[in-house]
């Protein structure tokens, strides 16, 4: 089944700075990665996802690129704020299962400093 | 987008008693449904499959006879905790995938379940 690793745990950016985000997956099937946003003691919400057929997804000061040969996918966020201070999943479908089930990174856990 | 809601938001419960989770797509269908459980400072684990009209599929180490689930309708599911312990204390998150949104999971509030 499909394995996704994430790096890095935890993450401390000054704000304004950017951040970066990595996750890798096993199945070279996937084709779907979702990225969501968890805040304390509340569900996660998706924040961006890329599909396979493309390289890199943007909106405003979020984007997610894709390198499907190495396997691997990266959540960008420019000009961070105290705001975006959560813990961030990676996702990846597991293929071939028709009920579309995820399975998430390990989580990292950013915090922007004002 | 599309909204799951999930009830109770919290219940503190004795070892040895069953505990009801409900998680309900507000405003679509729901075939399949997912349960996670997220411990503190972890990440989700799934833990079953839930489909509209048949049998749900567990994950692998995930008791079938102690958490229960039953997707009786297209927007309703329930996981139910049997004979709780203090261990099963957990955050018990449910997920619904929106077949007109490009398969996207959208995500229930969650339940804090404590286990005494």
Redesign the interface.
């Known amino acids: 089944g499909e394995n996704v690793e994430q790096h890095p745990s935890t993450l401390s950016v000054q704000e304004g700075d950017s951040a970066v985000i990595k996750c890798t997956y096993s199945d070279s099937a996937s084709n779907?990665f979702?990225w969501y946003k968890q805040e304390l003691?509340?569900?996660?919400?998706?924040i961006i996802?890329i599909r396979s057929n493309v390289g890199e997804k943007k909106d405003q000061r979020i984007a997610v690129t894709l390198n499907k040969t190495a396997k691997h996918f990266s959540l960008h966020i420019t000009e961070t704020q105290p705001e975006d201070s959560a813990v961030y999943?990676c996702a990846a479908p597991t293929p071939g299962d028709s009920?579309?089930?995820?399975?998430?990174?390990?989580?990292t856990?950013l915090l922007v400093r004002p | 987008?599309a909204v799951v809601s999930q009830h109770p938001s919290r219940v503190i419960c004795k070892s040895g008693t069953s505990v009801k989770i409900e998680c309900r797509s507000l405003d679509f269908q729901a075939t399949?449904m997912?349960w996670y459980r997220q411990f503190p400072?972890?990440?989700?684990?799934?833990m079953a499959?839930s489909?509209e009209g048949s049998k749900a599929?567990y994950e692998q180490g995930v008791e079938k006879d102690k958490f229960l689930i039953n997707h009786a309708s297209l927007t309703l599911s329930t996981l139910t905790v049997t004979s709780a312990h203090p261990e099963d204390s957990s955050?018990y998150?449910c997920s619904a995938?929106d077949l007109d949104h490009n398969?996207?999971?959208?995500?229930?509030?969650?339940t804090?379940l404590t286990v005494l």
Not at chain 1, 99 to 107: A, Q
Not at chain 2, 41 to 46: A, F, I, R
Not at chain 2, 103 to 110: D, V
């Open positions: 779907y979702p003691g509340k569900r996660p919400q998706l996802d999943f009920s579309y089930k995820l399975i998430f990174g390990s989580g856990r | 987008g399949t997912f400072k972890q990440s989700l684990m799934l499959t489909n599929t955050f998150i995938r398969n996207e999971q959208f995500f229930g509030p969650g804090r």
